[in-house]
């Protein structure tokens, strides 16, 4: 029933770093990271504890993947980020080709091939004045940036034998009339909270809805749904993922009946498959929903997206290569 | 109508640093933390920027008020913060009494009589492999605290003339069944935007509905209204204050007709009263909402359980005293 399997991924993936020519201290191999206007290994990045990034949540983020030394779909991280900050009343100081160039260089001080770059904006530290805490013009917003070696939320092993999803009962998704998913940003308790339900309840990862049984979002992740030949993804209530666009995409280019639209979870209990889409893992297969069995393993649909996915990220689609001798 | 002010609590409070016999370097009476298992200057204290408290929002925390040398019912607090921690599956590594001490010590080393300790637990760093991510007891969780100085967020001015305060329509508070306020944690982007929105408005202060006109919380603070002879404050949705829990026994105390229970912003327009609290600021009384006036300046109410507030606390009800001597 299933086809091929899902392309063995991790095990073609390197995070040696790249022996670029100028001298790197091993510190710099496990992570560098933008903070107040240093450069500075990770171990020693650290942001001010009365950040109101860290004290209130108020921030957006992004987070884009390098994969064999090359950034996949940037700008579309880039403008999406650039709508965060809009969404949100953060100013960037930086302009997107700065902003590029600024990641370019901590991927390319720690030398790794496959990395996660990591950036964001915070509101900065409060005002003194609470009633200049009205005017968001009046704060001195902070970008904070890190690149860290790239680690798969789910690994080929489990790529092959897709994950066992649990949907929350006990969390729904913060709503978008309280804070706008689409928005990248930090509010996540009831995602992570989710995640340990899922532990509790033997599954690998959870999917929250919306309280009246339409799905949202996973931690970190877009979900799609394939019944009866048709895929269809959640429309609202959900970060618009990028590798969610990708997957998109790639049913497109296939041919294949996909659409935007409102899922729910009978939907997903009835599925043929479904799977996850995460720049922290590119496709996920899911193999069971609440302990009952909706695929076995990878089905047809979701390896061939996730073969394809891979295929043409290593062909160097959507991809800026890291230019690693970019080292301030 | 009004009879006598709301005291004038700015004028009588202090900064200026105890003298305690050691000698204490100006840089920590801006501030002291603990971060890490230290104790730093303010200026120093800075959380890895891969802190999940940061990149995911995944803590709790407490803030307790120092006046007059007196933190204000830090029992209540450490014990709601105990509460906070369960609910989000955190632990604390010190017990009631250790954390007592530590945050006495923290405001021992800025010596100031008027402050807010700050704490915090935080889930502590990503685990590498996801599958433990699923599991709570895994994470080394962190704690952190602060202490600095005493900011009303409004003033004696705007406590007598009351605040304008403004119905947020763009944002409505993160559900509890997405992230239970009562657990005090991070995630108040919606809060904070609602500021600016107030702040477009042309008002002071915002309050968050449930989306279906029921109140629940104002950012830092917790709302009551006063209407035909009865006080309410809104039951679900909001932080369990203490100074709320402090303003409802001084209702009772005083023989008010108070209740904790459902308040629509259709009770908040047709208010006699209504007043914010806070521990940053106490008791505010509401003078306008969304630009139509309730009350001229404090109301007898919100005055007297304004006044009554600070007699109290600074004779020293539910108070501990700092010991100014205890610096490791």
């Known amino acids: 029933m299933n086809g091929p399997s899902p392309l063995a991924v991790q095990d073609i993936m390197t995070n040696d770093p790249v022996h670029a020519p100028m001298e790197r201290a091993q510190e710099w191999a496990a992570g560098a990271a933008y903070v107040i206007d240093r450069f500075v290994p990770l171990g020693e990045a650290a942001v001010p504890i009365t950040d109101l990034g ?13 994969s064999r030394g090359q950034f996949f ?15 949100m009343k953060l100013s960037n100081r930086f302009t997107q080709a700065e902003e590029a160039e600024l990641l370019n260089e901590l991927v390319a001080r ?24 009205l005017h968001a013009e009046r704060f001195k917003n902070r970008f904070y940036a890190f690149v860290i070696p790239y680690v798969f939320i789910k690994d080929d092993a489990d790529r092959q034998a ?4 649990h949907v929350s009962k006990d969390y729904v998704r913060i709503p978008a009339n309280a804070v706008d998913p689409r928005a990248k940003n930090f509010c996540s308790l009831d995602l992570n909270m989710s995640l340990m339900e899922a532990g ?16 949202t979002e996973a931690p970190g992740s ?11 993804t959640p ?24 659409e935007v639209g409102t899922v729910t979870v009978d939907d997903l209990m009835a599925a043929d498959e479904a799977f996850l889409t995460s720049s922290a893992g590119g496709i996920i297969p899911i193999s069971a929903v609440n302990q009952q069995p909706i695929c076995r393993g ?17 062909a160097g689609w959507h991809g800026t290569p890291v230019d690693y001798e970019a080292v301030n």
Chains 1, 2 share one sequence.
């Open 54 to 66: 860290l004290v209130r949540a108020d921030a957006v983020y992004d987070v884009v993947s390098v």
């Open 73 to 87: 779909r940037l700008e579309d991280h880039q403008a999406r980020f650039a709508r965060s900050c809009d969404r």
């Open 110 to 133: 720690t030398g790794l091939k496959d990395a996660y770059a990591w950036w964001a904006i915070t509101r900065g530290t409060n005002l003194p004045h609470p009633s200049d805490r």
């Open 162 to 165: 897709g994950i066992r999803l």
């Open 200 to 215: 509790r309840a033997g599954a690998e990862w959870s999917v929250l809805t919306d309280g009246n049984g339409v799905l």
């Open 222 to 232: 877009n979900i799609f749904v394939v019944r009866e030949n048709k895929i269809t």
């Open 235 to 258: 429309e609202t209530g959900c970060l618009e993922g990028i590798t969610r666009l990708t997957a998109l995409d790639l049913c497109a280019e296939i041919g294949l009946n996909v």
């Open 298 to 314: 990878s089905g047809p649909v979701s390896t061939r997206i996730h073969n394809l996915y891979w295929e043409k990220r290593w």
